[in-house]
């Protein structure tokens, strides 16, 4: 399961991130909260989970040409610096009284430090467009080949450990301290990324400089996934959770404050238990040492995404919305990491970067869009139909895919063996006795 960690470069990744990730959710928690708490309206909800990804859809075809062009280690370690800085402008903001909540603000006001707090997630999201991309393709460059599969799925699970522990500590620390403290120790965290990314020794990174136009390598992207029916159709079901299924995440804290009747605390656990869920999911493909089935994973986990959802909506007992929402980041994070698996499996080397930006921007970059969508209908009809909408929208997705994917599965299998990316079973011992 941990085999990648075997290789310096990815174990000083893996320490650096995990501390790194663990802020970085405490950060996103306090930040939705603060929002919620500040004006109390679902729809600046949605503009918050809008304007902190839009980037990433709008944004990413140009930095998966940077992820191409550059050197992937400087391009991951300005992203993290700036993306430290952000974090330590929105903690001064908040420690020192700028930002203040309705009870202060005259009526028919947006409270005073809300437009600072989209500023700052637009901005972040800016930098997140550029460093999405950038980490993935630079993978291949910590491990190489033979590893590539386990390193994408232990990224996976580090994420999402980390989203366990960032919640739970920012539900605490809201509670008692409040938000400004979760953002600061979130700009203190990139300081162990950032020192992991100096003390790697990358032998030689994967540049493309082949006196091609910047705008001719940009369509090349588009051209490889649009002729490539495989990895175009794992990113259109990627597309559309990411549009219908993933904007519930911005409809928590309506769900912990009002249908549940909690706290920041409640939030936390809700958050938490997503990625519980996803942590077993992502550790679940780790274990895996094939990718036969991986499709088959990606379908199902759909499937059973959209499931989960519909059950979380109609819950208005907390403990039964703790076991949906862990199955939920379960499935989530199956399909998600087997989806990137695939993928990095099937793209060549030196279009890596525009491809995996192809999947930033269907994974993350259509998630704002829905997370607007999703606050306007939960201003109107409430955040538990939306959730359900989006749940009922994605189980018919992951059933028409398994469908469809039956007769992709031999051209998938060609890309792969092209790329060198089929791992075989080992020899059999001839001393072992007969299974």
């Known amino acids: 399961m941990f085999r990648s960690l075997r290789h310096r470069n990815f174990k000083l990744f893996f320490g650096g991130q995990i501390i790194s990730l663990v802020g970085t959710w405490m950060q996103t928690v306090a930040e939705a909260w603060l929002m919620y708490r500040l004006t109390g309206s679902s729809v600046l909800l949605g503009v918050l989970g809008f304007v902190s990804q839009i980037p990433i859809f709008l944004l990413s075809p140009l930095a998966g040409l940077v992820a191409d062009r550059w050197p992937r280690q400087k391009v991951v370690i300005a992203t993290q610096t700036a993306s430290m800085l952000l974090a330590f402008t929105l903690a001064t903001l908040t420690l020192t009284g700028r930002i203040f909540d309705r009870a202060h603000t005259p009526a028919g006001h947006v409270p005073i430090g809300a437009w600072e707090i989209i500023g700052l997630a637009t901005l972040l999201g800016t930098v997140n467009a550029f460093d999405v991309p950038a980490r993935q393709s630079f993978l291949i460059e910590m491990v190489g080949r ?143 040492q094939q990718l036969r089935g991986l499709g088959n994973v990606v379908a199902y986990s759909a499937v059973g995404l959209g499931i989960s959802l519909v059950l979380f909506s109609s819950s208005r007992w907390f403990w039964f919305s703790l076991v949906a929402l862990t199955l939920a980041g379960f499935t989530m994070m199956m399909q998600f990491t087997s989806t990137n698996t695939l993928i990095q499996a099937m793209v060549p080397d030196q279009l890596r970067g525009r491809v995996m930006s192809l999947y930033s921007m269907m994974f993350l970059g259509m998630t704002p869009i829905g997370s607007l969508l999703a606050g306007k209908i939960a201003d109107r009809v409430g955040a538990p139909i939306t959730v359900a909408i989006g749940g009922v929208v994605t189980l018919a997705g992951g059933l028409v895919f398994a469908r469809k994917w039956p007769a992709l599965r031999g051209s998938a299998r060609e890309l792969v063996a092209a790329q060198g990316m089929i791992v075989s079973a080992p020899p059999p011992d001839p001393g072992a006795p007969p299974s």
């Open 146 to 288: 033979e590893d590539l599969l386990n390193a994408i799925a232990l990224n996976s699970s580090m994420f999402n450990g980390a989203r366990v522990a960032g919640p739970a500590i920012a539900g605490i620390l809201v509670a008692v301290v409040g938000e400004g403290w979760c953002f600061l120790l979130n700009g203190i965290s990139y300081l162990a990324v950032i020192a992991g990314l100096f003390m790697m020794r990358i032998e030689k990174s994967q540049v493309v400089h082949d006196g091609v136009g910047p705008l001719e390598k940009l369509l090349e992207g588009f051209r490889f996934v649009r002729h490539t029916k495989p990895i175009r159709a794992l990113l259109l079901l990627i597309g559309l959770v990411g549009f219908m299924a993933l904007p519930f995440s911005v409809l928590m804290p309506i769900f912990a404050g009002r249908i549940l009747g909690g706290g920041a605390s409640v939030y936390g656990w809700l958050m938490g238990m997503v990625g519980a869920g996803a942590l077993f999911g992502a550790l679940a493909i780790a274990m895996r």
